[in-house]
């Protein structure tokens, strides 16, 4: 592998196509879920899991970690269906 190939790699990483509600950051600290795995935790579909990533304001913010990579924290999951549970019992 050449030093320009790791360079090339960093660089495209930065440029992909932006989607609603999805911002590119570096994982720190938390536990965090693909999408797939997050829908199976919030006993939904996948196809439902897009749909509320895109409509619903209530629905925890999706982060990108690399083009081709979202992620959702789990905290922000529990915290997600501790208030639906809350609204649900209003």
Not at 64 to 85: F, I, M, S, W
């Amino acid at each position: 592998m050449s030093s320009n190939t790791l360079k090339d790699i960093s660089h495209q990483a930065t440029h992909y196509p932006a989607t609603a509600r999805v911002e590119k950051i570096s994982i720190q600290s938390g536990r965090v879920l693909r999408p797939g795995p997050a829908a199976e935790y919030l006993s939904i579909g996948l196809s439902t899991f897009w749909l509320k990533s895109k409509t619903d304001p209530t629905f925890p913010k999706l982060f990108k970690t690399g083009p081709r990579t979202t992620v959702v924290y789990l905290q922000a999951l529990d915290e997600y269906l501790a208030a639906a549970k809350l609204r649900a019992t209003k």
